[in-house]
């Protein structure tokens, strides 16, 4: 196999790959968009059972509070009576001292009955808000989802068949140098590179000048020395809109 044809074989290869990996990219932001939006989800219903056993427990309170209340009113009630039937001063003093601390414990409760009162409106007022969000959120995510689903298995059925080509590519390239370029693909993302003028399609590097015209004279292929891709040498460049696809990550 001439090194032409395998450089072709390479260019399809590489081609079909960066291809591969844009379909990729994209099913990825496809489903985490709706990932995104499930977390959300799941962090109002969290938010809603922390508000609702939130309330919970303050109308408890609040209801022992009022239990307390009306238990002190009873006893305001009984030692007001009491204080009605005192014969001496010894005994209203100690009657009055007895309703002023009942009626000032009783001021106590209501403060605090009034204010778990506000507290547990807001509070309700903030769990209608986050009911209403998980329902906009539940709508969206009802819809995204049917769309998502759609263009899912679009891009699947795209993958598929460029999973079939990569595969028919793949037997026309030496096995020994398909097992080198897959193990630079995955390690950088991409395994192909080439030169024209001396220098790296991917990383740019200047090659010798004696690597280069070896390159030039199509007898073999190489490696870059900076970023290690399978590097051959092409006759003129690619065209701009093409250059991405054969490159793929050249950062890597």
């Known amino acids: 196999m001439s090194i032409q044809s395998q ?16 379909l990729e990219a994209a099913l990825q932001a496809e489903t985490g968009d709706l990932g995104e939006k499930r977390a959300q989800l799941s962090e109002l219903d969290a938010k809603l059972g922390a508000a609702q056993n939130a309330i919970a427990g303050m109308e408890n309170t609040r209801n022992s509070l009022i239990t307390e209340a ?30 002023e601390e009942l009626r000032k414990l009783y001021r106590d409760r209501e403060i605090e009955i009034q204010k778990l009162g506000d507290l547990i409106e807001q509070a309700r007022q903030d769990v209608d808000g986050t009911l209403r969000q998980k329902t906009e959120l539940s709508t969206e995510l ?3 989802a049917v769309e998502v689903q759609g263009r899912l298995a679009e891009l699947q059925a795209e993958a598929a068949e460029k999973q079939g080509r990569r595969m028919l590519a ?19 993302g991409s395994g192909l590179c080439y030169t024209t003028t001396g220098t790296c399609s991917s990383c740019h ?31 003129e460049p690619l065209p701009s809109d093409l250059q991405p696809q054969l490159e793929g990550n050249a950062a890597g």
């Not at 450089?7 to 844009?22: K, R």
């Not at 009576?81 to 209203?92: A, H, M, P, Q, T």
């Not at 096995?175 to 897959?182: C, I, M, N, S």
């Open 70 to 99: 009306r238990q002190m009113s009873l006893q305001m009630d009984r030692s007001r009576d009491k204080l009605n039937r005192c014969r001496s001063e010894r005994e209203v003093n100690a009657a009055q001292r007895e309703v």
């Open 205 to 235: 590097i200047s090659l010798s000048p004696m690597a280069f015209q070896i390159l030039r004279r199509g007898l073999a292929f190489d490696q870059c020395p900076s970023c290690n891709r399978i590097l051959y040498f092409r006759a």
């Open 170 to 188: 793949s037997k026309a390239v030496p096995p020994a140098l398909f097992r080198k370029y897959e193990m630079i693909r995955l390690r950088k």
């Open 7 to 22: 450089i072709e074989a390479l260019e399809t290869l590489a081609t079909i790959d960066a291809e591969l990996a844009l």
């Open 142 to 144: 009802g819809d995204s």
